[in-house]
């Protein structure tokens, strides 16, 4: 069975540009990338590589750069999983406005959801951090969130946002799960549509382990097992 990006497609709609991963692609065998030994066995493949994950991660900075240059802009990252793409999406707008004559000043504020248990999202949505977020009264808003599943924690975040009177909100997703229904809900600026498989790594997490993992990679059901509380 060969390992590679035929079915990978790209969608080109602005607004909704996207790299998609077919159901049906295996991903790369984990063999084939450095990863901590201790997560030996605990990983089916490699769905997206690191070094993949940020060349699309400049691509959306130059995105954001092209729709937002010279617009103040409070980045509002989700944690604990959207750290690191929030942190090297940061990164990579700030090279780009030192070296252009558009320039995006940039807040960054942090505020924590946690609504899963185990591998299955639960109804009860905690949002630590947003008690009083008055401070985004008239401003522009960029969410950073690391992957949306069915969209009803970021419907509850943007509504929640909303109360405060911001002047624009714009959202950015580097994952989007394919379900049937979270096409309501979907961010501005995605970089990657996946299968509906429970992945980790760059900061995503299976109860707190895998978030040293630089690949975005399918959990095993071993593992599933191994680290389930």
């Not at 780009?96 to 299955?120: A, C, E, G, W």
């Not at 009803?152 to 229904?181: D, N, S």
């Amino acid at each position: 069975m060969e390992n590679n990006m035929a079915d990978v497609a790209v969608l080109s709609k602005r607004g909704s540009d996207r790299i998609v991963i077919d159901d049906d692609w295996p991903g790369y065998s984990v063999d084939l990338f450095s990863h901590p030994a201790h997560y030996s066995g605990d990983l089916d493949s490699v769905i997206v590589p690191h070094g993949v994950i940020m060349d699309r991660t400049e691509r959306l900075a130059r995105n954001i750069m092209d729709d937002l240059g010279d617009h103040d802009l409070v980045v509002l990252c989700v944690l604990k999983g959207g750290y690191q793409f929030c942190a090297d999406l940061v990164d990579k707008i700030k090279a780009l406005s030192r070296n252009s004559t558009r320039t995006i000043p940039m807040r960054v504020h942090f505020i924590r959801l946690k609504s899963y248990m185990n591998d299955q999202s639960t109804e009860d949505l905690h949002i630590v951090g947003a008690e009083d977020m008055t401070f985004l009264t008239g401003k522009n808003v960029l969410i950073v969130e690391a992957i949306v599943g069915t969209g009803k924690t970021m419907k509850t975040l943007l509504k929640h946002v909303e109360g405060f009177r911001p002047k624009m909100i714009k959202v950015a997703g580097l994952l989007v799960k394919r379900l049937p229904h979270n096409t309501a809900c979907l961010p501005d600026y995605i970089g990657f549509e996946i299968p509906n498989r429970f992945v980790v790594g760059y900061a995503l997490d299976y109860n707190e382990y895998f978030r040293d993992l630089n690949h975005i990679c399918v959990i095993s059901e071993n593992a599933k097992m191994k680290y389930k509380i």
